[in-house]
């Protein structure tokens, strides 16, 4: 999409930023790295899972993690090994892993190449894009971990509040919900994409009592003024990386279509993190109510 700001792609300087911080022992803030148990190093590359680590109590494994790995807020402290589909071979040798944990989305080939000539064993758990297929993965890694019980405990939590937020949105049956356009900003072509209907984004957004501006199915797409146009939103929620490179709803609205939307033109235009809107985890009904305060103000 054009617009006036120039910056450097993010997933280049993340890359950089990461090599030089994948081969100290301290965090991306400077903090000592935890210690892991029992021998066992494990660098993780998959934002979901590594916060189901964390959720299940088993973060003491983790030695290092990819950039866009930022929740909870005290994995922060741990290295990084740049941005998941950048990576740097070297920096995830460095930490001496015993496994390097993934969820597919990882890049580029080579490097799991070089993975698997110097001998790291190389896990993939597939992400859990339904909300069943997300639930079970959290089980996988209670077990992966020797944390089934924890793990049990935080998914009767959250399916508990699952059911709260379906009773809730009852309410929305039969009424008016506003069209919503889900902006993310996509660090490998450095441009903003549309999210498309089919993804959990997809289904928090009918949760929360609205419906998704965008009618096309599976993944996302590149935005142009004229398609944001044409779309007309009644509300945007920006992903926090895209929203931040503006820093307020009015900034936002002077790209290129926004507008000449009535979410321009009334500035409901919100920011949200990637990580709570992308995928599914314990935190998904806590997003729903968070969502359904923009789309449905009292």
């Given at each position: 999409?054009?617009?006036?700001?120039?910056?450097?792609?993010?997933?280049?300087?993340?890359?950089?930023?990461?090599?030089?911080?994948?081969?100290?022992?301290?965090?991306?803030?400077?903090?000592?790295?935890?210690?892991?148990?029992?021998?066992?190093?494990?660098?993780?590359?998959?934002?979901?899972?590594?916060?189901?680590?964390?959720?299940?109590?088993?973060?003491?494994?983790?030695?290092?993690?990819?950039?866009?790995?930022?929740?909870?807020?005290?994995?922060?402290?741990?290295?990084?090994?740049?941005?998941?589909?950048?990576?740097?071979?070297?920096?995830?040798?460095?930490?001496?892993?015993?496994?390097?944990?993934?969820?597919?989305?990882?890049?580029?080939?080579?490097?799991?190449?070089?993975?698997?000539?110097?001998?790291?064993?190389?896990?993939?758990?597939?992400?859990?894009?339904?909300?069943?297929?997300?639930?079970?993965?959290?089980?996988?890694?209670?077990?992966?971990?020797?944390?089934?019980?924890?793990?049990?405990?935080?998914?009767?939590?959250?399916?508990?509040?699952?059911?709260?937020?379906?009773?809730?949105?009852?309410?929305?049956?039969?009424?008016?919900?506003?069209?919503?356009?889900?902006?993310?900003?996509?660090?490998?072509?450095?441009?903003?994409?549309?999210?498309?209907?089919?993804?959990?984004?997809?289904?928090?957004?009918?949760?929360a009592g609205g419906v998704n501006a965008v009618d096309s199915v599976g993944g996302m797409e590149r935005l142009t003024p004229e398609i944001i146009a044409r779309i007309a939103p009644d509300i945007i929620v920006a992903t926090d990386l895209g929203f931040d490179?503006?820093?307020?709803?009015?900034?936002?609205?002077?790209?290129?279509?926004?507008s000449l939307t009535p979410a321009g033109k009334s500035l409901r235009i919100y920011r949200i993190t990637e990580t709570e809107l992308l995928y599914f985890g314990p935190r998904t009904p806590e997003t729903v109510r968070k969502l359904r305060a923009m789309f449905?103000?009292?």
């Amino acid at each position: 999409m054009t617009h006036t700001m120039k910056t450097r792609p993010a997933f280049l300087a993340g890359a950089a930023f990461a090599g030089a911080v994948a081969l100290s022992s301290c965090g991306r803030f400077g903090e000592k790295s935890a210690s892991t148990a029992g021998g066992d190093r494990v660098v993780c590359v998959s934002k979901q899972i590594n916060e189901f680590i964390y959720a299940i109590g088993a973060e003491q494994h983790l030695v290092a993690v990819d950039l866009t790995s930022i929740y909870p807020p005290q994995i922060k402290k741990l290295p990084t090994v740049g941005y998941h589909r950048a990576l740097s071979a070297e920096g995830i040798i460095s930490m001496k892993p015993t496994v390097f944990l993934t969820d597919g989305n990882v890049g580029p080939s080579a490097v799991l190449d070089q993975l698997k000539k110097v001998g790291v064993p190389i896990d993939v758990m597939l992400p859990g894009t339904t909300l069943d297929s997300a639930q079970q993965l959290l089980v996988q890694l209670g077990d992966r971990f020797a944390r089934r019980p924890a793990a049990d405990s935080v998914l009767a939590q959250w399916k508990a509040g699952m059911q709260d937020v379906w009773k809730d949105t009852a309410q929305y049956v039969g009424k008016h919900k506003p069209r919503v356009l889900i902006i993310h900003f996509g660090q490998i072509a450095n441009n903003y994409l549309a999210v498309k209907a089919g993804g959990p984004a997809d289904d928090m957004i009918r949760w929360a009592g609205g419906v998704n501006a965008v009618d096309s199915v599976g993944g996302m797409e590149r935005l142009t003024p004229e398609i944001i146009a044409r779309i007309a939103p009644d509300i945007i929620v920006a992903t926090d990386l895209g929203f931040d490179r503006y820093g307020s709803a009015k900034a936002f609205a002077t790209m290129p279509g926004i507008s000449l939307t009535p979410a321009g033109k009334s500035l409901r235009i919100y920011r949200i993190t990637e990580t709570e809107l992308l995928y599914f985890g314990p935190r998904t009904p806590e997003t729903v109510r968070k969502l359904r305060a923009m789309f449905h103000p009292t």
